[in-house]
């Protein structure tokens, strides 16, 4: 069936280095990626996203890749701070017609200071 | 803008208890979404509305749970009766109509069932 997962459930930083969170996807038909932070007893809040007709997208401090061959979603941080623990979520938007997201497990990201 | 607002934000029934979540999308916001993350998950889509009319509940647990926008705008979704793997954080995001546009989500709200 349609999944979406992440390789590591934790990942463990220095405060100023770069972080690299990373996905895999199974459903080679979604057209559309999003990548989620969630802090603790809060809602997911969007960070960046990606449309399938892209590879790469940068935001402020971070950039999303996107390999369709491999159907591989990464999400990179410049300059990791400490507020930026918390949990990323890779979604996948599965239908075109509906927006409707497929969320990965999550990657736990802890910035030590 | 305010955001998303869910009530009540903590609740803790015994099994086989009924519970209702409410839900009051952005101002403007035609589709709305809720979920369902248990502990250690992503959030896993249970129905989505756009209006009120439901645009896909296929992941919904029919026998036991509700949902309903009757205005097209607050939401209330419902366990009856709750089981105790129901324990989970109940979500509620809205967006814009069309492919591509940004959900918002609510804090939450945390259901124990004991």
């Known amino acids: 069936g349609e999944s979406v997962g992440l390789h590591l459930p934790t990942l463990s930083v220095q405060e100023g280095d770069n972080s690299i969170i990373n996905c895999a996807y199974s459903?080679?038909?979604?057209?559309?990626f999003i990548w989620y932070k969630q802090e603790s007893g809060k809602g997911p809040q969007f960070i960046i996203d990606?449309?399938?007709?892209?590879d790469k997208r940068q935001g402020q401090r971070v950039t999303v890749l996107l390999n369709k061959t491999v159907k591989h979603l990464s999400l990179q941080i410049a300059a990791t701070q400490p507020g930026d623990s918390a949990v990323y979520f890779c979604?996948?938007?599965?239908?075109?017609?509906?927006?409707?997201?497929?969320f990965g497990q999550g990657t736990t990201l802890q910035v030590k200071p | 803008e305010a955001g998303v607002a869910q009530s009540p934000r903590y609740k803790i029934i015994e099994k086989r208890q009924s519970v209702a979540f409410w839900c009051n999308p952005i101002?403007?916001?035609?589709?709305l979404y809720w979920y369902q993350q248990i502990l250690g998950q992503g959030p896993k889509l249970l129905i989505q509305?756009?209006?009120?009319?439901?645009?896909?509940d296929s992941q919904l647990p029919k026998d036991r749970f509700s949902a309903e926008r009757l205005k097209g705008v607050d939401s209330t979704l419902k366990i009856q009766p709750a089981k105790l793997e129901d324990s989970a954080v109940y979500l509620c995001?809205?967006?814009?109509?069309?492919?591509?546009?940004?959900?918002?989500f609510g804090p939450g709200t945390r259901l124990t069932v004991t």
């Open positions: 995001a809205s967006s814009l109509v069309g492919w591509g546009n940004e959900q918002y």
């Open positions: 990606i449309r399938s007709n892209m």
């Open positions: 101002s403007g916001h035609a589709t």
């Open positions: 509305f756009q209006n009120n009319g439901v645009v896909d």
């Open positions: 459903n080679s038909a979604s057209d559309y």
């Open positions: 979604a996948e938007n599965t239908s075109s017609n509906t927006g409707k997201l497929i």
